[in-house]
């Protein structure tokens, strides 16, 4: 996988510099062509001879070193570069990268390259657990740099807590599965995410908790395996993965035509959005005044826009989510053969680990032709891998 791969190694200044050392040792090992950038800091630690004798590359410090080479360095490298790895990476180098600045060779290299950004922060755990670095991590992980949690263990400092840079085994074995093959290159696909809002008055509506976490992983996921993603999201909080086309929506009805709108050449519907079954018959104008003890609200139902693509399919690929507290099973088969799905990705959220707003998730994939599978408790971005594994060869089996 890393073979013949151009890596930089960015290092920044903590004592966890050690591990970067070992897993340069098992980038050169693995056949891939590392180049090192450390920090003014990371060289308090570890003298850059360490980093460029295990390399056989130079070692790069300066922003402004003319003596290096003739290229600009930051250009070269961050042109040059299939993967970024930052080992250790520390509060500081988060947040800058997080703000946008670039006032050393490392930040302005990472600004300036397109290729995909490992981080594997450490620090000691009170840092970690900082609102503002949270803030700035989370910023990172929506804007599609990848994050690998730092570990809970004894830190260096003294303290006990989350703060710890995994092995440098882990660390390889995340910088292999960032550079995963395009494997749907060529494939349009099209996510829908989050609740729908449903408007009673202009200060009320009728919606529900997701988050839109799950639809959102699955158009990042698929937008770095090559898949050209249109997002139709009603509102959440999130941001909207680099690279990806993104619909903002609020009613089930704005939504079912933003799909009916971009459904040309579309190959794949993944529908993981919670759509309003129900609205509201009447809009009042006015906001609405407390006055009888009792109110009754008349609904009236929205349309079901995965049914209805079901009943119109044109070859294409239609998956479904069926979020259930009860019966998991029969609803969600149900509901796979009702809408003529190929495959249905069903949840009890009342299961620990399985909520709407969590990062986790404990999932079955119902197949048309009669086969389930069960998963484990992962990721919600690891459950969006699974599933696009399942909708790649789903999407290989139609094509000519
Ligand atoms: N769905 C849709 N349009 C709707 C309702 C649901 O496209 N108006 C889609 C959802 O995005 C999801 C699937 O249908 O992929 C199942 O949604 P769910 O709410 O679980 O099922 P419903 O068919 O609405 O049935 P019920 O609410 O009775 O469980």
Redesign the pocket.
């Given at each position: 996988m890393l073979q013949g791969k151009s890596i930089v190694l960015g290092v920044s200044g903590g004592i966890a510099v050690y591990k970067a050392i070992e897993l340069l040792r098992l980038l050169t090992k693995a056949g891939a062509d590392v180049h090192v950038i450390m920090t003014r800091n990371a060289r308090e630690f570890v003298a850059p001879l360490t980093f460029q004798t295990l390399s056989c590359n130079p070692v790069h410090t300066d922003l402004f070193d003319l003596s290096q080479e003739q290229e600009i360095d930051h250009i070269s490298l961050a042109d040059r570069a299939d993967l970024f790895i930052l080992v250790p990476a520390t509060a500081n180098l988060v947040g800058k990268i997080a703000q946008g600045l670039a006032d050393d060779l490392l930040t302005t290299t990472i600004m300036a390259t397109k290729a995909p950004v490992l981080i594997a922060p450490a620090m000691n755990s009170h840092m970690y657990e900082n609102r503002i670095y949270q803030r700035n991590q989370k910023c990172l992980d929506e804007l599609g740099y990848y994050i690998l949690e730092p570990v809970s263990g004894s830190l260096a400092c003294g303290w006990e807590g989350q703060g710890k840079l995994p092995d440098p085994a882990i660390i390889f074995a995340a910088a292999e599965s960032v550079l995963v093959p395009k494997d749907l290159l060529g494939c349009h696909l099209l996510v829908?995410a989050g609740p729908t809002q449903e408007e009673i008055d202009p200060v009320r509506y009728i919606s529900n908790y997701s988050s839109g976490k799950m639809g959102f992983a699955i158009a990042a996921a698929a937008q770095q395996r090559g898949a050209q993603v249109t997002l139709i999201a009603g509102p959440t909080n999130l941001t909207v993965p680099v690279g990806v086309h993104c619909v903002p929506v609020f009613s089930?009805a704005e939504m079912?035509s933003a799909v009916f709108d971009h459904l040309d050449d579309i190959d794949v519907v993944i529908?993981?959005?919670?759509?309003?079954?129900y609205r509201p018959v009447d809009r009042s104008v006015q906001k609405m005044k407390k006055t009888a003890d009792k109110l009754t609200l008349e609904l009236e139902k929205?349309?079901?826009?995965?049914?209805e693509?079901g009943q119109q399919k044109e070859g294409r690929i239609l998956i479904?989510?069926?979020?259930?507290t009860e019966r998991l099973l029969v609803?969600a088969a149900e509901?796979l053969q009702k809408?003529n799905l190929d495959l249905?990705v069903a949840n009890d959220i009342t299961r620990e680990g399985a909520g709407f707003d969590g990062d986790t998730n404990v999932v079955k994939f119902l197949h048309a032709d009669g086969r389930v599978e069960e998963l484990e408790l992962m990721r919600k971005k690891e459950v969006a891998q699974q599933l696009l594994d399942r909708v790649m060869v789903l999407w290989k089996t139609k094509q000519p």
């Open positions: 829908t089930a079912r529908k993981a959005a919670a759509v309003a079954d929205n349309s079901d826009i995965l049914a693509l479904g989510f069926a979020a259930e609803h509901k809408k249905i």
